[in-house]
């Protein structure tokens, strides 16, 4: 079995390898896909990513793990996949949105925010383009960090949140399987309950 994962906002594929080293000792494959917000619009990364999944269907059995950013990407990418393209056993969305981001409405008239994060920061924070991507027919666990700050002076109130996206942001009908973790935003590719979370999954439907 195959894994891919995709890293968030303003990371790197690094981001992932405490995960990835575990999935490498249960004797799993892993691959890393790598891109920069700064210099590339959603729709090109997308095409970029689906370009590597078509590649991987065509070789066996694979799973993709999106870390924030990196499963809306995946989300986006498996949509576009050609007809008859092999599926993934499983999609693992790490604090990832499904609908329009607290932090990204609020932050994307900023400069620092928009030199960052680009074009992808502007559709985290539209409710159009968010709603476009819509559900995937793939088995999906999606994992929720919840060591967030909380009260009257957060932006998510005293919603469950992981510091940079809120439970409800993370929620959809069509995910059925949904694991609390009590970790935050950043750390959550680098969290062994993670990890656990996704080996446990994986066995399951060996």
């Given at each position: 079995?195959?894994?891919l994962?995709?890293?968030?906002?303003?990371?790197?594929?690094?981001?992932?390898?405490p995960?990835?080293?575990?999935?490498?000792?249960?004797?799993?494959?892993?691959s890393?896909?790598?891109?920069?917000?700064?210099f590339?619009?959603?729709?090109?990364?997308?095409?970029?990513?689906?370009?590597?999944?078509?590649?991987?269907a065509s070789?066996?059995?694979?799973?993709?793990?999106?870390?924030?950013?990196?499963?809306?990407?995946?989300?986006?990418?498996?949509?576009?996949l050609?007809?008859?393209?092999?599926?993934?056993k499983?999609?693992f969305l790490?604090?990832?949105?499904?609908?329009?981001?607290?932090l990204?409405k609020k932050?994307?008239?900023?400069?620092?925010y928009?030199?960052?994060?680009?074009?992808?920061?502007?559709?985290?924070?539209?409710?159009?383009?968010?709603?476009?991507?819509?559900?995937?027919?793939?088995?999906t666990?999606?994992?929720?960090?919840?060591r967030?700050?909380y009260g009257?002076?957060?932006?998510?109130?005293?919603?469950?949140?992981?510091?940079?996206?809120?439970?409800?942001?993370l929620?959809?009908d069509?995910?059925?399987?949904?694991?609390?973790?009590?970790?935050?935003?950043?750390?959550?590719?680098?969290?062994?309950?993670?990890?656990?979370?996704?080996?446990?999954r994986?066995?399951?439907?060996?």
């Amino acid at each position: 079995m195959h894994v891919l994962f995709v890293h968030g906002v303003g990371r790197t594929p690094i981001s992932g390898m405490p995960i990835l080293f575990r999935l490498i000792a249960n004797g799993y494959a892993v691959s890393v896909f790598g891109y920069s917000t700064a210099f590339n619009d959603f729709d090109v990364i997308r095409n970029r990513l689906r370009v590597r999944i078509i590649q991987m269907a065509s070789q066996g059995d694979y799973v993709l793990v999106g870390h924030s950013l990196g499963g809306v990407l995946l989300r986006s990418a498996l949509q576009e996949l050609p007809h008859g393209t092999n599926p993934p056993k499983h999609l693992f969305l790490l604090g990832s949105p499904v609908r329009p981001a607290i932090l990204a409405k609020k932050l994307r008239k900023l400069f620092i925010y928009r030199a960052i994060t680009g074009d992808c920061g502007q559709l985290l924070a539209s409710s159009p383009r968010m709603k476009a991507i819509g559900p995937v027919n793939v088995q999906t666990t999606s994992i929720l960090g919840t060591r967030g700050f909380y009260g009257e002076h957060s932006p998510f109130g005293f919603e469950l949140n992981d510091g940079v996206v809120s439970e409800s942001e993370l929620q959809a009908d069509w995910i059925t399987d949904v694991v609390h973790v009590s970790v935050i935003h950043p750390l959550i590719p680098a969290s062994s309950r993670v990890a656990d979370i996704i080996l446990d999954r994986m066995a399951a439907r060996a």
